[in-house]
């Protein structure tokens, strides 16, 4: 996942833009990924899933882009709304352990 | 409402003091997971458990215990060991075999505080 910090990385957008959140992930034996959201406070809500044999996966509203070649992952998620702003994480599975990354922050501005 | 129920919201603990989170579910999910979370951090395990009555530590397991007496519940005693048990608490499930996805699914958090 992501190196860990105190401070989170923060992406600030527009109202109705598209954002897009990246993540590097380390375990080349990972099979299995997840984008969470977290909002202050709150547990992490699962979002979307991939497979190490997709590329590529669409939900509502949202995209996760998978490349194995660089192990990394992306979320894109179309027409930004300000209850989209949260902090959003990705996990690796390998096996039956989980690696969390540290999370990006999104800001959504009206 | 089927779902993963953390209680307290918010504990506050003495020094010396053992504290105990609570953590039910009721998927009928086999594994279940306890996280401790840090401002700014990703999540860390403490201990899961794949089955009933059985469980296995995590990369930060000191100063924790755990059991796993029946499948919808997994309480984390934070014991007068752990020496900087302010964070806050996750517990987490996911169904296990051959036919099961691997998503991981998350309480809400409990938050404890050393006073």
């Known amino acids: 996942g992501e190196s860990v910090g105190l401070h989170l990385p923060t992406l600030s957008v527009q109202e109705g833009d598209n954002s897009i959140i990246n993540c590097a992930y380390s375990?080349?034996?990972?099979?299995?990924f997840i984008w969470y959201k977290q909002e202050s406070g709150k547990g992490p809500q699962f979002i979307i899933d991939i497979r190490s044999n997709m590329d590529k996966r669409q939900g509502q509203r949202v995209t996760v882009l998978l490349n194995k070649t660089v192990k990394h992952l992306s979320l894109q998620i179309a027409a930004t709304q300000p209850g989209d702003s949260a902090v959003y994480f990705c996990a690796e599975n390998d096996f039956n352990k989980f690696y969390f990354g540290s999370g990006t922050k999104l800001n959504v501005k009206p | 409402d089927g779902g993963i129920t953390q209680s307290p919201k918010y504990l506050f603990r003495k020094e010396g003091q053992n504290v105990t989170l609570s953590c039910e579910q009721n998927l009928n999910h086999d594994a279940m997971y306890w996280y401790r979370q840090d401002p700014g951090q990703g999540l860390r395990l403490i201990y899961y458990s794949q089955i009933v009555n059985d469980f296995q530590k995590g990369d930060i397991a000191e100063g924790y215990s755990v059991s796993r007496e029946k499948k919808e519940s997994f309480p984390l005693t934070v014991t007068s060991a752990q020496k900087n048990p302010t964070a806050f608490y996750l517990c987490?499930?996911?169904?296990?075999?051959?036919?099961?996805?691997?998503?991981?699914?998350f309480g809400e958090g409990s938050w404890l505080t050393v006073v």
């Open positions: 375990n080349s034996a990972s099979d299995y």
């Open positions: 987490a499930s996911k169904k296990t075999g051959p036919l099961s996805g691997n998503t991981i699914y």
